[in-house]
């Protein structure tokens, strides 16, 4: 286990503890999105999911790890404990990378949990932090051309930007040309797949995306990018922000819905798609989404007519381990590449600390993650890392640039549109 190390613990103090008090519940909080009793319930605090826990395993804190956020949320539910300052910090200091929920013998459901209390902590932070994420949430990610135009500034302001930042925004990555709104299948047409294009994804990765069509309408697919479509909301019910989640998914429900099978390359989209049965009763669409490995896997994939002469290790992003449960697919579909080597990462599941915008708001303990994991990635000995979500590719690339690695970071889809060309 890494020791602990309480130096990157953001804003907790070492030893932390809550203390009691009268529940002071601000209003503008739905009673209905805190954590629920019988959540709460299913914990038995046996302890099994702490040395799985990042924050804990570097800051040594019980308030830092499950067990810790669970009885402090159960304090708040039976009025022992107001919600404080203290209790936000431990609750912003939580990766949301679920690692907790695999490794619990009682299928205690974190993510749902860590949703629930930050919706409930959200009305009572300070003015300035509201506006900051209301403004980011709400004001730009659901507004395609806000966002377009943000990221255009971003892009243009990155050599100028401060180091956390700077981190958020790839160089040189902003693509114009959209991509097809229907792209028709080599072949005979085996069904029709509609891709979520993402927001950040599509920004700052819209090659992912093209690879992504192509893939697919190789492997025989009519492949459809619906218009209509929108942020999907994982960000916004992350951060506590659920009515926004709930308004985004009901806009994306409908124009998703129509496909036979519905797509996602990016693994934080593609879980909280597949949440939606949960958030709004999407139960039809839900079921039929798929991460892009795990639907090759599934139906085949392209004719991989070339080879790939390098060591791939593959880093699973949290939200496609944990929160999907999918380990097997990315590695049987890289690794049916000829020439491909796949090779292991010391640690498979360790948390690269993207989260989100958890770099922006917890810059010390997503730097130290992120440095681990580059490192593990560097000592693989892997030509390139293959990485299914935009925000650990990010990340990882960031770190991997800082230790002057020559470890090239790819999305599967752009591997396998590689060995699959003409
Ligand atoms: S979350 Fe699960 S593993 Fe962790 S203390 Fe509770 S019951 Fe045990
Ligand atoms: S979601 Fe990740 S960081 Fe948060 S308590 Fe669970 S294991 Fe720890």
New binding site residues.
Partial sequence: MTPPAASVGGGLPPGARFAGGAVAGPPGWHAGDAPADRDLAQCVACGL?LP?????RLTGLEVA??RG?IAAMRQVATGRRPLDRVFEQAMDL????????TACPSQVP??RL?EGARAQAEPGRAAPARLARWIGLEGVLGHPPLLTGAATLASLARPVLPPRLRRLVPAGRLRRRPLAAVTEPSGPRRGTVAVLRGCIQDLWYRDVNRATVTVLARAGWRVVVPAGQVCCGALHAHYGHLDAARRLARRNHPVLAAADHVVANAAGCGAHLRSYGELIGADDLAARVRDLSVFLDEHGGPPLRHRIERRVAVHDA?HLLHAQRVRDAPRRVLGAIPGVELVPLEEPGR?CGAAGLYNLLQPRMSAALGAARAESVDRSRAAIVAVGNPGCAMQIGAQLAARRSAVRVAHPAELLAAASRP
């Fill in positions: 999911c799985h826990c990042p924050t804990y790890s499950p956020r939580c990766l949301g990378c679920r690692a907790c929920e974190f993510g860590l949290c948390c």
